[in-house]
T-cell receptor
Framework: GAGVSQSPSNKVTEKGKDVELRCDPI?????LYWYRQSLGQGLEFLIY????????KSGLPSDRFSAERTGGSVSTLTIQRTQQEDSAVYLC????????????FGPGTRLTVT | KQEVTQIPAALSVPEGENLVLNCSFT??????LQWFRQDPGKGLTSLLL?????REQTSGRLNASLDKSSGRSTLYIAASQPGDSATYLC????????????FGKGTMLLVSP
């Protein structure tokens, strides 16, 4: 079946602009995660959606970052007033909440803020 | 706070060698541990997942072991090939109710022909 998809694959934006990144999880997966991979920083957790529960936003680095998940499926990560330090690869993953909770990752969106 | 460390940060070997990548974590109360592969400019591919009750998992030339009490995991790659060249990431989750992954910074592997 189809894996996790993300769009766009690459995004170049000017400092101060808002951007939206999209994630389509694997059908039937009720858990969805956003991570960020910055050069030299490794992968860090941003936000986690679990079913119909309130999302865990504890990893968001500032209030310029927000995310929503509509209808328990597609998720959008929004970064307002982008800064150069937001340049990174943004990865989305999904998992089932039964069994072994294995996470499956999308190809990522490479964001460059100029 | 869980911290994951991977050693070495980089490794270069000739084709055909067997090799071991190491991962350690500070909080032994994990639910599972995943090893991933990441090719340059690409996303993450899951290689092996070990549940906390397991000691090891095998897939082809890969074998991952877990010693939960000592906070360690190893990924063994047998008969390495140039196509194995990639960054290998180790990640742990704390539990089914909070399954966010904490990642190490990875081991960059280069296998030369």
């Amino acid at each position: 079946g189809a894996g996790v998809s993300q769009s766009p694959s690459n995004k170049v934006t000017e400092k101060g602009k808002d951007v939206e990144l999209r994630c389509d999880p694997i059908s039937g997966h009720t858990a969805l995660y956003w991570y960020r991979q910055s050069l030299g920083q490794g992968l860090e957790f941003l936000i986690y959606f679990q079913g119909n529960s309130a999302p865990d936003k504890s990893g968001l680095p500032s209030d310029r970052f927000s995310a929503e998940r509509t209808g328990g499926s597609v998720s959008t990560l929004t970064i307002q007033r982008t800064q150069q330090e937001d340049s990174a690869v943004y990865l989305c993953a999904s998992s089932s909440l039964t069994g072994i909770y294995e996470q499956y990752f999308g190809p990522g969106t490479r964001l460059t803020v100029t | 706070k869980q911290e994951v460390t991977q050693i070495p940060a980089a490794l270069s070997v000739p084709e055909g060698e067997n090799l071991v990548l190491n991962c350690s974590f500070t909080d032994s109360a994990i639910y599972n541990l995943q090893w991933f592969r990441q090719d340059p400019g690409k996303g993450l591919t899951s290689l092996l997942l070990i549940q906390s009750s397991q000691r090891e998992q095998t897939s082809g030339r890969l074998n991952a072991s877990l010693d939960k009490s000592s906070g360690r995991s190893t990924l063994y790659i047998a008969a390495s090939q140039p196509g194995d060249s990639a960054t290998y990431l180790c990640a742990v989750s704390q539990g089914p109710g909070y399954s966010t992954l904490t990642f190490g910074k990875g081991t960059m592997l280069l296998v030369s022909p």
